[in-house]
C-alpha cells in the first residue's frame, strides 16, 4: 500500500513557476512509476507527466514542466514553469508498480494522491 500526499498548489500569474511536491509512504518508492494528472472542471483527468528510468511528458507541457524525484525522501516533484491560464487544474500524484511499461492512461496507476489545486491568471 502506497499513501501519496500532494503540497505546493496555489494562485500564480501568467508567466510564473510552482513546483509541486508529492511524499510518499513505504519503503519500496524506488519501485515504482511516478506521474502527475491534472483535471480541470468538466474535463477529463488528462496525464502531465510520468517518471521511470526516463521521463515522458504531456505535448502541451513539454519544455515547461520538469518531473524528477528523490528516492531518498520518498518524494516526486513537478517543476512548472512559464504556467498559462490552460494549466489551471486539481493536479494529482499517482503511483504503479513499475514493471517496465508506460503508462499515460489513469486507470493504469494503482494510487493517488487527494490533489492540489493550481490556478493561473491572465
Known amino acids: 500500500q502506497v499513501q501519496l500526499v500532494e503540497s505546493g498548489g496555489g494562485l500564480v500569474q501568467a508567466g510564473g513557476s510552482l513546483r509541486l511536491s508529492c511524499a510518499a509512504s513505504?519503503?519500496?518508492?524506488?519501485?515504482?512509476?511516478m506521474g502527475w494528472f491534472r483535471q480541470a472542471p468538466g474535463k477529463e483527468r488528462e496525464f502531465v507527466a510520468l517518471?521511470?528510468?526516463?521521463?515522458y511528458y504531456a505535448d502541451s507541457v513539454k519544455d515547461r514542466f520538469t518531473i524528477f524525484r528523490d528516492n531518498a525522501k520518498n518524494s516526486v516533484y513537478l517543476q512548472m514553469n512559464t504556467l498559462k491560464p490552460e494549466d489551471t487544474a486539481v493536479y494529482y500524484c499517482?503511483?504503479?508498480?513499475?514493471?517496465?511499461?508506460?503508462?499515460?492512461?489513469?486507470?493504469?496507476?494503482?494510487?493517488w494522491g487527494q490533489g492540489t489545486q493550481v490556478t493561473v491568471s491572465s
Open positions: 517518471i521511470k528510468r526516463s521521463t
Open positions: 499517482a503511483a504503479y508498480r513499475d514493471g517496465g511499461s508506460i503508462y499515460t492512461d489513469p486507470s493504469r496507476y494503482d494510487y
Open positions: 513505504g519503503r519500496t518508492f524506488s519501485t515504482y512509476a
